[in-house]
């Protein structure tokens, strides 16, 4: 079956600007996560969404944000871009259930440049 | 707080060589555990995933994991590395309860350098 399909693959925008990812989950999958990975940083958990409801929130300003779709498909938005946003974006997607019962496939990720 | 700690930035092995992979984790019980495997440019694969029962799991590519409470650690193992096995490895954390769906937590990842 298809696995996790992010679009697009790469990004550049200017600082300032918006950006929209998107991220297209397994057949069946109900649960999308999204995190950053930067170098310094590391993978950061963003934001997490199950049958258009956002369930869980990490630790990023408001300018990130997120939604899913009933198909299960789901966007992430950064406005007013910062030359610190660049990073890897990656998608997760899962059953939605406990850990023991699903496990995360992960999409190849947005690579977002800010200059 | 909950947090992963992978204490080797980068290893180098020879290839045929014996692999361990360190992960310490710090969780108020016992949480569920993933290795994950990151090649270049490329999103993450699961390796193995620990939850409960037997302390040794088995997992793809010929990699296993011992889950020790004692230590709170989840090291990763290969007994002969193969050149393909070069690649970024990330130990996470999955917390519990409904207010953690979805997220897991990572380690800053070990980069594993293998020599012909």
């Known amino acids: 079956k298809a696995g996790v399909t992010q679009t697009p693959r790469y990004l550049i925008k200017t600082r300032g600007q918006q950006v929209t990812l998107s991220c297209s989950p397994i057949?069946?999958?109900?649960?999308v996560s999204w995190y950053q990975q930067t170098p310094g940083q590391g993978l950061q958990f963003l934001f997490e969404y199950f049958s258009e409801t956002q369930r869980n929130k990490g630790n990023f300003p408001g300018r990130f944000s997120g939604r899913q779709f009933s198909n299960s498909r789901s966007e992430m938005n950064v406005s007013t871009l910062e030359l610190g946003d660049s990073a890897l974006y990656l998608c997760?997607?899962?059953?939605?259930?406990?850990?023991?019962?699903?496990?995360?496939?992960f999409g190849q990720g947005t690579r977002l440049t800010v200059v | 707080a909950q947090s992963v700690t992978q204490p080797d930035i980068h290893i180098t092995v020879s290839e045929g060589a014996s692999l361990e992979l360190r992960c310490n984790y710090s969780y108020g019980a016992t949480p569920y555990l993933f290795w994950y495997v990151q090649s270049p440019g490329q999103g993450l694969q699961l390796l193995l995933k620990y939850f409960s029962g037997d302390t040794l799991v088995q997992g793809i590519k010929g990699f296993e994991a011992e889950f020790k409470r004692s230590q709170s650690s989840f090291n990763l193992r290969k007994p002969s590395v193969h050149w393909s096995d070069a690649a970024e490895y990330f130990c996470?954390?999955?917390?519990?309860?409904?207010?953690?769906?979805?997220?897991?937590?990572f380690g800053q990842g070990t980069t594993l350098q293998v020599k012909p």
């Open positions: 057949s069946g999958h109900r649960s």
């Open positions: 996470a954390v999955g917390p519990h309860g409904s207010s953690n769906t979805g997220k897991l937590i």
């Open positions: 997760a997607s899962s059953l939605g259930a406990r850990w023991e019962n699903t496990e995360a496939f």
